[in-house]
C-alpha cells in the first residue's frame, strides 16, 4: 500500500468523562494511519479484558475503572479510524 492509498484518522474524537462532558480530556490526532490505530485499539482491548479479569476474580474494584478508562480510548481511536476509513 502506498502513502497515497493508506487512510487517516481526521482527529475529531474525543474522549469525554464525568458529568460535564464538555470538556475533553483527549482527542485523537489526526493523521495516524487508520491501520496503526485499529491495531493500538486492540492491543488496549485486550488490556481491559485483562484488568477486568483481575477486578472481578479478585474483587479489586480499582481495575474495573481502569479497564473503563482504556476501553473508552480503545473506542475512541477505533472511531476515529472509522471516520477516516469513511472518507
Not at 497515497?4 to 460535564?20: I, K, R, W, Y
Not at 477486568?52 to 479510524?81: C, N, Q, V
Request: overall charge negative; some cysteine; hydrophobic content about 40%.
Amino acid at each position: 500500500m502506498t502513502t497515497e492509498d493508506a487512510q487517516f484518522t481526521v482527529g475529531q474524537t474525543t474522549f469525554c468523562q464525568g458529568e460535564n462532558v464538555t470538556h475533553a480530556l483527549f482527542r485523537i490526532e489526526p493523521g495516524i494511519p487508520c491501520r496503526d490505530a485499529r491495531e493500538q485499539s486492540s492491543e488496549l482491548m485486550g488490556y481491559v479484558r485483562e484488568l477486568t479479569i483481575i477486578g472481578l476474580t479478585e474483587d479489586r474494584p480499582m481495575m474495573i475503572w481502569a479497564a473503563h478508562y482504556l476501553s473508552a480510548m480503545a473506542k475512541a481511536l477505533m472511531d476515529d479510524a472509522e471516520l477516516g476509513m469513511a472518507q
